[in-house]
């Protein structure tokens, strides 16, 4: 049977930025573009009827921003992929967003295939951030509070996880390595996750590298993707 495609709803304030969206997504035979928002109080009331498997959000929108909405999504549907499309990469918005549950940042220069390729990655539950976006949460001041906890509550197993999901590892790669099945990843990670008091995998990954618990040597991939 044909695999659905992956429906995406647009929410941005520009109606020019919307109408391209659509044009370059309807390339692609597998996603559909099932909606648009022109602000975040609409796009809450879209997701309700529409049901996207996956939001792409600006942030600076008039009624409601888009942080404000990521916040109000996730807590009434905290599986919600989202993935923020915006011009902003300062703190000031970046960490904000990442807190709030996205689990994508790109901003507007990126190149088409980077925008198509988060859209797959966070559909399928993998995290989406630019390298230089990721570069900079690591050495931010993101989630200090996060970082105050131990992972004492975290048992030998989840810890296991937690690590290859710092290291960019998928849960089919995180299975084979330990012998388990997909399933029972995404379970653990989903305790992980609960047990740490974060909403998504990112944050997750984020907690894995500032707690200690993976060197900032072993991540030195994304640093030599800037380079």
Do not use: C, F
Request: a negative charge; hydrophobic letters at 40%; glycine letters at 6%.
């Amino acid at each position: 049977m044909e695999k659905r495609p992956i429906q995406v709803l647009i929410v941005d304030d520009h109606a020019m930025v919307r109408q391209g969206m659509k044009a370059l997504l309807k390339e692609y035979e597998d996603i559909n573009v099932v909606g648009e928002a022109p602000n975040g109080l609409v796009a809450i009331q879209l997701v309700e009827r529409l049901k996207p498997d996956v939001i792409l959000i600006d942030l600076a929108m008039p009624v409601m921003d888009g942080i404000e909405a990521i916040k109000r999504i996730i807590a009434a549907h905290p599986d919600q992929r989202i993935v923020v499309l915006t011009s902003y990469t300062g703190d000031d918005k970046l960490i904000p967003a990442i807190k709030a549950g996205a689990m994508g940042y790109l901003v507007k220069d990126a190149q088409p295939e980077e925008l198509i390729e988060s859209i797959r990655s966070v559909n399928a539950g993998e995290p989406s951030l630019n390298p230089k976006i990721a570069w900079k949460l690591l050495h931010g001041t993101y989630s200090q509070e996060a970082t105050k906890r131990t992972a004492e509550e975290l048992s030998e197993r989840e810890v296991e996880v937690l690590r290859l999901l710092t290291l960019g590892k998928t849960d089919q790669e995180i299975a084979k390595q330990l012998v388990l099945t997909d399933v029972t990843i995404r379970t653990h990670i989903s305790r992980i996750i609960t047990k740490l008091g974060l909403k998504n995998r990112v944050q997750a990954a984020l907690y894995g590298i500032r707690s200690g618990m993976v060197s900032l040597d072993e991540t030195s991939n994304i640093k030599d993707d800037l380079d």
